[in-house]
């Protein structure tokens, strides 16, 4: 599974702080040790540890506690059966992270843009390494079985058509025609993005879009694209 990574919305950012300065708030977070009751100050009214916990425990709190007996339980079977996930495995999995999204910087920056660092992915992955793992030699699954399962769940497993691209960006049709006319003779696509792409995002490795789907480019690239 793939990660997704939720943009902030900054207008939502930028309402909460126009209605702070409209209302004449005075908001302090409390910085503190770990045993200060006081969590934040509303024009020195306190919001407490409690009543913070209490409201995160209402909104999801079954759940997130759900999620992390469930991680405990993986941890200690995992230990108890001495399995250990290598660094080449982890970095196995990253490259597929990396190509899934077009290479390694356009990675990096969707991270950025996101509320996860790199640790957070790390540890999904050693988590669903070591479930699968725990659960490998236990599953036994003949090929009839798999077939009545596919039939039975195919919408399940229905994906759009998708295309692996690349491109290079130029800025004129003339340098356009230029590129493509090394590319006739033979030159390679991925050495000529390097050197001719304007998109810093993809050209220094060799121009790779990644895989896109209908609708996601600009009708001229996704016809060309699908053809």
Known sequence: MK?????????????????????????????????S??????????????????????????????????QKIIE???????????????????EEYYNYYG?????????????????????????????????????????????TYFEENKEAFTQEEQVKTSHILVKTKQEADKIREKLMNGEDFAKLAKEFSIDTMTKNNGGNLGYVSSGQMAKEFEKAAFA
Request: hydrophobic share 40%; net charge positive.
């Open 103 to 147: 290479g390694k910087e356009a990675f990096t920056q969707a991270l950025e843009m996101s509320i996860y660092s790199l640790d957070d992915v790390k540890k999904d992955l050693i988590m669903n390494l070591r479930i699968e793992k725990l659960l490998k030699p236990r599953i036994s699954i003949t090929e009839e079985e798999s077939k």
């Open 76 to 94: 200690l079977e995992a230990k108890k059966q001495k399995i250990v996930i290598s660094d080449q495995e982890i970095q196995k999995e990253m």
């Open 3 to 35: 990660w997704k990574f939720p943009k902030i919305k900054r207008s939502v950012v930028a309402c909460f702080i126009i209605l702070c300065i409209l209302s004449g708030l005075v908001i302090s977070l409390v910085k503190g040790n770990s045993n």
């Open 37 to 70: 009751q006081v969590v934040a100050s509303v024009n020195g009214d306190n919001i407490t540890k409690e009543e913070l916990y209490n409201l995160l425990v209402q909104q999801s709190g079954q759940q997130g506690l759900n999620a992390l007996i469930s």
